[in-house]
């Protein structure tokens, strides 16, 4: 089970009715990790991931365990590298091969990339929502 989820261990930091901001700080353990190049949290810099809050008997201050499921981890790589590249590529090699030129080409691929991003950010509730960190058992 554990090699199913990604685990960081932070501080609660504020606790509301309907989140729970849990400050991260990355260890040098991070960079070692094997799902580093995954992870947003293993970067240097003190992190705040928001858990909801139902189901928690936690007090600020506490030290807690955070995890999200492995699986979305890749689905986020997907989601943010692996398909905007291929929109790239797919509506620059199009556009050259009907014929238009590089400078047309490229700045409607990289318009294809922003309306890529533009729908993301439309779906962002709905996404936020399958990629929550939750908080580990005691």
Not at 118 to 128: P, Q, T
């Amino acid at each position: 089970m554990a090699a199913e989820e990604i685990f960081h261990t932070g501080r609660i930091v504020e606790i509301t009715p309907d989140y729970t901001t849990v400050e991260i700080v990355s260890s040098p353990a991070c960079s070692a990790c094997h799902a580093a190049g995954f992870c947003g949290i293993s970067g240097p810099a003190r992190k705040a991931v928001q858990v909801p809050t139902s189901g928690i008997s936690h007090e600020v201050g506490d030290e807690v365990c955070v995890a999200l499921r492995r699986s979305m981890g890749f689905k986020a790589v997907w989601l943010a590298y692996a398909i905007p590249l291929a929109v790239l590529l797919a509506v620059l090699l199009g556009l050259l091969g009907l014929g238009l030129t590089e400078l047309t080409a490229g700045l409607a691929a990289l318009g294809a990339v922003a309306l890529y991003y533009a729908g993301l950010w439309l779906l962002r509730d709905r996404l936020s929502n399958e990629y929550s960190f939750y908080i580990k058992g005691r």
